[in-house]
C-alpha cells in the first residue's frame, strides 16, 4: 500500500538566502525509511519550541515550515523533543528519496535533491552538530562553585533510573534554547556546562508545555544517573553550569544554605551579583536580600516564591497605582506600563519574593525565573501574599528597578507623601496619544515588507476598521507592548512606544487572547472616506494607508517573504490519516500571495442507503474530496486486507470505476451492489482514512419484539 504523499503546490515562493546547509540522515525505524532533521536545525530556523512542522511539496522539492493562519497548504509532522523531525521518504517527491540536503533559513527548511544542491550551494557554512562522543569522566568530586538557587529532584522509571532535569533554574544558570552542553561525570554527581560548540556533547531542548509554552528539558540515562547517589537529587544553578549531586553532598560546598520548609521540600537561593534595586545595610557584611524559606514542586515542573529573610532597603519609591482587576481568583496581573515605568523588562525575565504578605518584583542582569504568560501579561500568584491583596483591590508601589505588590494600607506607609492615582484600564485612542504631523510622510523610500487590508464597517455603530492578526508580529510588535500613533497628512504610522506610552497592543477577545487586536477609527485614519484600509509593514513599523495611493499599489500579489513570516498550514488533519488536494481559493491575507488551497470540510464519516433490488450505491459528499477522491479520479474496491467484512475504495489510476460530480463540484462515485451483496443492513457506513474509503455495514439496536420475561419465568422456563 503506497502512503499518502505530502500536499504539493505547483509554485514555491521566493524564500530568503539560505543561512546553513545539512545532510540530513536516512534512518529504517520499523523496516521502514525516514528522513530525519535534528532538533539543531529547527534551532538555526528559529522553531526551537514549535510542536509541529508543516509540509509542501513542489515538484522535486519539499518544504518544511512552523505553520500559522495562513498562506499556503500543508500537511502536519509532529516534532519530537529529543529525536528531531521525521519525515515518510515515500511520501516526498522521487529525487529526494535517496539522498538530498537540507537548506537552512530563516523560518523555513528546504529540502531538494543533493545533485541540485550541491554545486549551487558551496558557499553556505554547515550547521554545526555536537560531537558524538562518550560522556566526560573525573575522578574529582564537582567542584565547589558559588550557587545561585537550588532544588530536589527524583530518579524515575523502575530500576533502570534516569533522570529528567527541567525547570526554570536553567534559565537562572544562563542556558537557552538548543545550548551547547557538556556533561561531565564526577565521583559524587554530575556537572553539566555551557560550552562551546568544538567541546560540547549535547543540547538543552525545550519541550513544549499543555498550554503552548516551552520549557526547557534535558533527560540524563541510567548510566549518568548512577552516578548520583540516592533517589532524590539536588539540581544546584550556577553561573554558567548546572550541578547534580546527592542529598549527602552539603550545600554549604556551593555558598547555599537549607531551611527546611513546612512541607519538607525546601529551597534555598542566594541572589545572583547583581543586585537590582537592593541597597545593603550599614551593619551587616552581605545585602539582605538571602531567602529565608520556600517550596518547589517535585521534578523542577514550578518554582513557587521564595520568602525574604528581612525587608531590603530599596531607593525611594516613585508612584503609587491602585488597581481593581476582575479577572482571575487566585492570581493577580501587574500592569505592563507599570513594571517599564519601573525600568524593567518582563520578556527577560523578573525575580518574584515575597515578605509578610507583600510582593517585591524586580531584575538582575541575566533577568528572572519568572517571565510573561503566553497571552503577553505578567501575573503574580496570590500564594504567599496577604489575604486582603485581591484581584479586586490590590496596590503598586513602583520605584527605581522594582515594584511592591501589596495592600493599599501597606503602600501608603511605604510610600509616604506620595499621592495614589488609579492606573486606567487601557485608555481610548485620542488626540492626546496621537502626535500630529502637517507633513507627508516619505513613501518614496519605504520598503514593503508585508501588507493587509482591512475592511471599514460600522457594525459597532462607529466607523471602523479592525488590524489583528499576524502582522503585528512581522512587524516586530508583540502582545502587550506599548504602541505609538503618529498621523501626518498622507499616511497613519503605528511603531512600538516607549515605557511613557499609555496605550498597549491588546488581544483580541477572552477566546482569542493570544491574537493582537487594535480598532482603527477616525483619530488614526480617514475610514469615513474609504471601504478599505490597507496597513503596510515597512522597517519603521506598520503605515496605514488606501488601496489606490501611492503607497498602496507597491503591494503586489506575488511579493518576497519577509524574514520570519514563511507561515505554512492551510490545512491541519481534524482526523488521522486525511489528505489534500489542491484546488482554487481565494488569496491570503498577509501580502496577497495567490497559492492554491482547499479548504477542508472537517467531516469523514457518513451513512448511505442500501435499497434492496438496486444495483448500485451511491456515495456523494464535498467531504470525499478531503480525502482525494475528486471528480475524474479513479479507484479501486477491493476487499480490506485486515478486516474481511469491510470493503475499501483507494485510488487507482488505473482503476475500474471514476468519481464524477453530483452537483456542482461535488464529488459523487458508485458502489456495485454485488460488492456489498453480504451486508444484512439497510444503511452502509463510509469513513475515511489514510488509506482510502472504508465501507462497512452499519449496525443498529434493533428494538425488542415483545414482553421481556422476569428472571423468575426464565428460571420456570429452563
Not at 137 to 143: F, G, L, Y
Not at 287 to 311: D, E, F, I, K, N
Not at 411 to 422: D, Q, V, Y
Request: hydrophobic content about 40%.
Amino acid at each position: 500500500m503506497r502512503a499518502v504523499p505530502y500536499p504539493a503546490s505547483p509554485t514555491c515562493p521566493e524564500l530568503t538566502a539560505p543561512l546553513l546547509q545539512h545532510v540530513p540522515k536516512v534512518v529504517q525505524p520499523a523496516g521502514y525509511r525516514q528522513l530525519f532533521i535534528p532538533n539543531a536545525a529547527l534551532a538555526a530556523a528559529s522553531m526551537a519550541h514549535v510542536r509541529e512542522v508543516f509540509v509542501t511539496s513542489f515538484q522535486d522539492i519539499a518544504l518544511v515550515t512552523a505553520g500559522g493562519p495562513e498562506a499556503l497548504c500543508g500537511d502536519s509532522v509532529a516534532v519530537s523533543p529529543r529525536l528531531g523531525v521525521r519525515l515518510t521518504s515515500s511520501r516526498l517527491p522521487a529525487g529526494l528519496q535517496e539522498q538530498s540536503l537540507l537548506l537552512i533559513g530563516k523560518g523555513y527548511l528546504l529540502l531538494m535533491p543533493s545533485r541540485r544542491g550541491v554545486a549551487d550551494f558551496k558557499s553556505v557554512p554547515t550547521l554545526p552538530l555536537p560531537n558524538k562522543q562518550e560522556l566526560a569522566t573525573s575522578k574529582a568530586p564537582v567542584p565547589s562553585r558559588r550557587g545561585l538557587a537550588w532544588h530536589i529532584l527524583l530518579k524515575t522509571h523502575g530500576e533502570r533510573k534516569h533522570l529528567t532535569v527541567s525547570g526554570k533554574l536553567w534559565e537562572v544558570a544562563g542556558f537557552g534554547p538548543q545550548s551547547p552542553t557538556r556533561i561531565t561525570r564526577h565521583a559524587d554527581g554530575l556537572l553539566i556546562e555551557r560550552v562551546e560548540e568544538q567541546r560540547a556533547n549535547g543540547r538543552l531542548t525545550y519541550r513544549p508545555s499543555a498550554g503552548g509554552k516551552a520549557y526547557p528539558y534535558f533527560r540524563i540515562g541510567p548510566i549518568g544517573a548512577a552516578s548520583v547517589e540516592g533517589d532524590a537529587v539536588r539540581m544546584i544553578a550556577m553561573d554558567g553550569a548546572v550541578a547534580l549531586v546527592g542529598m549527602s553532598r552539603p550545600l554549604s560546598d556551593f555558598g547555599l544554605e537549607a531551611r527546611e520548609a513546612a512541607d519538607n521540600v525546601p529551597v534555598a537561593t542566594k541572589a545572583a551579583a547583581d543586585a537590582g534595586p537592593f541597597t545593603p545595610a550599614e551593619d551587616s557584611e552581605e545585602p539582605p536580600h538571602g531567602w529565608s524559606r520556600g517550596s518547589v514542586a517535585v521534578g523542577g515542573v514550578r518554582l513557587m516564591y521564595p520568602a525574604l529573610a528581612s525587608w531590603p532597603r530599596l531607593a525611594k519609591p516613585e508612584a503609587v497605582v491602585l488597581r481593581a482587576d476582575s479577572q482571575g481568583c487566585t492570581s493577580l496581573r501587574v500592569p505592563m506600563r507599570t513594571l517599564r515605568a519601573a525600568g524593567l523588562e518582563p520578556r527577560q525575565g523578573l525575580n518574584i519574593a515575597t515578605f509578610e504578605g507583600r510582593a517585591l518584583i524586580w531584575a538582575g542582569n541575566r533577568g528572572g525565573m519568572f517571565s510573561v504568560t503566553s497571552e503577553g501579561g505578567f501575573v503574580v500568584n496570590h500564594v504567599g501574599l496577604s489575604p486582603e491583596v485581591t484581584p479586586a483591590k490590590h496596590a503598586l508601589v513602583q520605584g527605581p528597578g522594582y515594584v511592591i505588590l501589596t495592600t493599599e494600607e501597606d503602600a501608603r506607609k511605604l510610600a509616604r507623601g506620595l499621592e495614589p492615582t488609579r492606573l486606567e484600564r487601557n485608555p481610548r485612542v485620542d488626540d492626546d496619544v496621537v502626535d500630529l504631523v502637517s507633513a507627508p510622510y516619505p513613501t518614496a523610500d519605504a520598503v514593503v515588507l508585508a501588507w493587509k487590508d482591512c475592511k471599514v464597517t460600522d457594525a459597532t455603530g462607529n466607523r471602523l476598521a479592525i488590524l489583528a492578526g499576524l502582522i503585528w508580529k512581522l512587524a516586530g510588535i508583540e502582545l502587550n507592548d506599548p504602541l505609538a500613533f503618529t498621523r501626518y497628512t498622507n499616511v497613519t504610522m503605528i511603531r512600538r512606544g516607549n515605557e511613557t506610552s499609555s496605550k498597549t497592543l491588546r488581544p483580541y477577545d477572552q477566546t482569542r487572547s493570544d491574537m493582537p487586536r487594535q480598532f482603527v477609527g477616525t483619530t488614526l485614519f480617514d475610514v469615513a472616506s474609504t471601504e478599505v484600509v490597507r496597513a503596510i509593514v515597512t522597517r519603521d513599523g506598520i503605515l496605514l494607508t488606501t488601496p489606490d495611493s501611492e503607497l498602496g499599489r507597491q503591494c503586489k500579489k506575488a511579493q518576497r517573504i519577509p524574514l520570519g513570516s514563511l507561515r505554512i498550514q492551510r490545512f491541519v488533519s481534524r482526523h488521522e490519516g486525511a489528505a489534500v488536494q489542491g484546488s482554487k481559493a481565494p488569496t491570503a491575507s498577509i501580502g496577497g500571495l495567490t497559492v492554491p488551497l482547499h479548504a477542508p470540510s472537517g467531516k469523514n464519516t457518513s451513512l448511505y442507503d442500501l435499497p434492496p433490488g438496486e444495483s448500485r450505491i451511491q456515495v456523494q459528499g464535498a467531504w470525499l474530496a478531503d480525502y482525494g477522491f475528486v471528480p475524474g479520479a479513479r479507484f479501486e474496491l477491493v476487499p480490506h486486507p485486515l478486516m474481511p467484512s469491510r470493503r475499501l475504495a483507494r485510488l487507482n489510476a488505473c482503476g475500474p470505476h471514476m468519481v464524477t460530480t453530483h452537483t456542482g463540484n461535488t464529488p459523487k462515485l458508485y458502489v456495485p451492489a454485488a460488492a456489498v451483496a453480504d451486508f444484512d443492513s439497510e444503511k452502509v457506513k463510509v469513513f475515511g482514512a489514510a488509506d482510502g474509503l472504508h465501507i462497512q455495514r452499519h449496525f443498529v439496536n434493533r428494538p425488542h419484539v415483545g414482553r421481556p420475561r422476569k428472571r423468575s419465568e426464565a428460571a420456570v422456563a429452563a
